[in-house]
């Protein structure tokens, strides 16, 4: 399960806009107990549960334009996610 909040602003440039963002999310991971059947190859894995945040800082890029009778737009967007915090159980 994942839970995250975003702030954003757009700014215009014509055709075009650059938008600024900052995320932080929460995301959580509970993974049963596995355990297969085929001798000294079989995997045996305990379960586990993990918790972490992370945050996002980055922006998004778009510029629309026309392609004879056809209207596109080209989309970017890059951002640098950083741990803030994981925990084990």
Do not use: C
């Not at 355990?35 to 549960?49: F, T």
């Amino acid at each position: 399960m994942q839970a995250f909040a975003e702030i954003g602003y757009r700014l215009h440039f014509g055709a075009a806009w650059i938008e600024p963002f900052a995320q932080i999310a929460r995301i959580w991971v509970d993974s049963e107990r596995l355990g297969e059947r085929g001798g000294a190859a079989a995997l045996e894995v305990a379960r586990a549960k993990m918790s972490t945040s992370v945050s996002t800082l980055g922006a998004r890029l778009d510029q629309s334009f026309s392609l004879g009778s056809l209207n596109a737009s080209l989309q970017l967007s890059a951002g640098w996610r950083t741990p803030l915090v994981t925990a084990f159980r």
